[in-house]
């Protein structure tokens, strides 16, 4: 689960991004199903915030490393016995 705002303010991008590596820094650790499908929901918000569009090359990185981590999200094992939930908090 990841918490966000809820004033209506879309967090930042460098925000976005710092989330984003911490993601993959703790799948890098212990590979789970669970920290994969965090880190697809991640690059989705980065490839859908409104100034992205503003970064072209991000914004191609992005995309393909959302394909990438979504067929990763795919055919990773899901945890069994493992109640983590994932949690990310955007200020």
């Known amino acids: 689960m990841h918490n966000l705002r809820n004033d209506g303010v879309d ?26 499908a965090a880190v697809v929901e991640q690059l989705g918000r980065l490839v859908h ?12 990185l992005y995309a393909r490393l ?14 069994r016995g493992l109640n983590e939930v994932v949690r990310v908090r955007v200020h």
């Open 66 to 79: 959302l394909n990438r981590w979504r067929a990763r999200a795919f055919t990773t094992p899901r945890d």
């Open 11 to 36: 967090p930042g991008l460098d925000v976005l991004q710092a989330a984003l590596c911490y993601l993959m820094d703790r799948y890098t650790d212990r590979p789970s199903g669970h920290l994969a």
């Open 49 to 60: 915030h409104p100034e992205i569009v503003l970064l072209p090359v991000q914004q191609r």
